[in-house]
């Protein structure tokens, strides 16, 4: 993708957590870009290879896994209508992917229409993963998911946990009450409204499929990487989040959709390496390790020092 498109997450030249969110207008939950095609046909790829990891869900969740096949397959046609077309009789759909040349017919909440699950099928048509979380009296709970692009994380591990739990393990948010906030901000979120976060960490190679049970086999090119080799190898991985309240079941749909870009890339933009550097450098050593950069931290600075002195020296 072009560096003109990536979503740089930064805007302060210091490392602060933050929620960060922004309201959408209009909220809508996916984007399609140049690199559709090839990410499509890598999830479609990991689903068949390894169903079972890329895609759980509980019963609970089948009603709004329908409200959300509708609602993602509306929205594509309405943002994109020349790559996407929907058309309704009754209660009888048919989706049109123009970019695959595909053709989708269901009869909506008529499980004996489909194939696959709702979220597993309309999954199949965008970049983004998706997430459902269910809005219960006692909390937001993970009820589904078509987790194709995970940056360490197992969605078997989570299914069926409470949001607080699943972020406990970030350092400082549970004593902090910064997780419980976050929680009630998403509880608050009304019907037919999206958020936008940017989320960042940093990744090896251009993988994005990194999920915690292939760990031996992405993780260990973290000791792999110097200095010499640091721009080519190591990534910066930015995560667009978006949050949106479900009309009719009142659940949250959360959708991912994954960006990389490399550090011979980004150093090209002056202002992004300069504020990504005073980021990597002002890291405290609980999130380095919290996003796995401990290992490579001092080889990133390494090189991003040597990038920014030598572009120094050709102004003089």
Same mark, same amino acid.
Request: glycine share 4%; net charge negative; charged share 25%.
């Given at each position: 993708?072009?560096i003109? +498109?990536f979503?740089f997450?930064?805007s302060?030249e =210091?490392?602060?957590y933050?929620?960060?969110?922004?309201?959408?207008?209009?909220?809508?939950?996916?984007?399609?870009?140049?690199?559709?095609?090839?990410?499509?046909?890598?999830?479609?790829?990991?689903?068949?290879?390894?169903?079972?990891r890329?895609?759980?869900? $509980?019963?609970?969740?089948?009603? +709004?896994?329908w409200?959300?096949?509708?609602?993602?397959l509306?929205?594509?046609a =309405?943002?994109?209508?020349?790559?996407f077309?929907? +058309?309704?009789n009754?209660?009888?759909?048919?989706?049109?992917?123009?970019?695959?040349?595909?053709e989708?017919?269901?009869?909506f909440?008529d499980?004996?229409?489909?194939?696959?699950?709702p979220?597993?099928?309309?999954?199949?048509?965008?970049?983004?993963d998706? &997430?459902?979380m269910?809005?219960?009296s006692d909390?937001?709970f993970l009820?589904?998911?078509?987790l194709?692009f995970p940056?360490?994380?197992? $969605?078997?591990f989570?299914? *069926?946990?409470?949001?607080?739990?699943i972020?406990?393990?970030v350092?400082?948010?549970k004593d902090? *009450?910064f997780?419980?906030k976050?929680e009630r901000f998403?509880s608050?979120?009304?019907?037919?409204t999206?958020w936008?976060?940017k989320n960042?960490s940093?990744? &090896?190679?251009?993988?994005?499929d990194?999920p915690?049970?292939?760990?031996a086999?992405?993780?260990r090119?973290?000791k =792999?990487?110097t200095?010499e080799?640091a721009?080519?190898m190591?990534h910066?991985?930015?995560?667009?989040?978006?949050?949106?309240r479900?009309?009719?079941?009142?659940d949250?749909?959360? +959708?991912i959709?994954t960006?990389?870009?490399s550090l011979?890339?980004?150093?090209q933009?002056?202002q992004?390496l300069?504020?990504?550097y005073e980021?990597?450098?002002?890291?405290s050593s609980d999130i380095?390790?919290?996003?796995?950069i401990s290992?490579?931290?001092?080889?990133?600075i390494?090189?991003? =020092?040597?990038?920014m002195?030598?572009k120094?020296?050709? &102004?003089?």
């Amino acid at each position: 993708m072009s560096i003109h +498109s990536f979503p740089f997450p930064f805007s302060k030249e =210091e490392y602060a957590y933050s929620n960060n969110s922004s309201l959408l207008d209009p909220p809508w939950m996916i984007t399609v870009t140049d690199d559709y095609k090839k990410e499509i046909m890598l999830k479609r790829k990991l689903l068949q290879q390894n169903h079972d990891r890329c895609f759980r869900s $509980l019963p609970i969740s089948l009603e +709004s896994q329908w409200e959300v096949l509708r609602l993602v397959l509306h929205q594509l046609a =309405e943002a994109y209508p020349s790559h996407f077309s929907l +058309s309704q009789n009754g209660k009888e759909f048919k989706f049109q992917n123009h970019l695959l040349e595909e053709e989708v017919q269901f009869v909506f909440r008529d499980n004996a229409s489909i194939d696959l699950e709702p979220l597993d099928i309309v999954g199949r048509h965008v970049q983004e993963d998706l &997430i459902l979380m269910g809005d219960r009296s006692d909390g937001l709970f993970l009820e589904a998911g078509q987790l194709c692009f995970p940056s360490n994380w197992s $969605l078997t591990f989570v299914l *069926g946990m409470e949001f607080k739990s699943i972020h406990y393990p970030v350092p400082g948010i549970k004593d902090s *009450g910064f997780i419980e906030k976050v929680e009630r901000f998403i509880s608050r979120i009304g019907p037919n409204t999206a958020w936008e976060r940017k989320n960042w960490s940093i990744t &090896i190679s251009e993988k994005l499929d990194t999920p915690l049970e292939t760990y031996a086999d992405w993780g260990r090119l973290r000791k =792999e990487v110097t200095h010499e080799n640091a721009g080519e190898m190591v990534h910066l991985r930015v995560e667009v989040q978006r949050l949106y309240r479900l009309p009719i079941n009142h659940d949250i749909l959360f +959708s991912i959709h994954t960006y990389l870009l490399s550090l011979e890339e980004l150093v090209q933009h002056e202002q992004w390496l300069k504020m990504f550097y005073e980021n990597i450098r002002t890291l405290s050593s609980d999130i380095a390790d919290y996003k796995g950069i401990s290992q490579y931290k001092d080889e990133v600075i390494h090189f991003l =020092e040597k990038t920014m002195d030598d572009k120094e020296k050709m &102004i003089r």
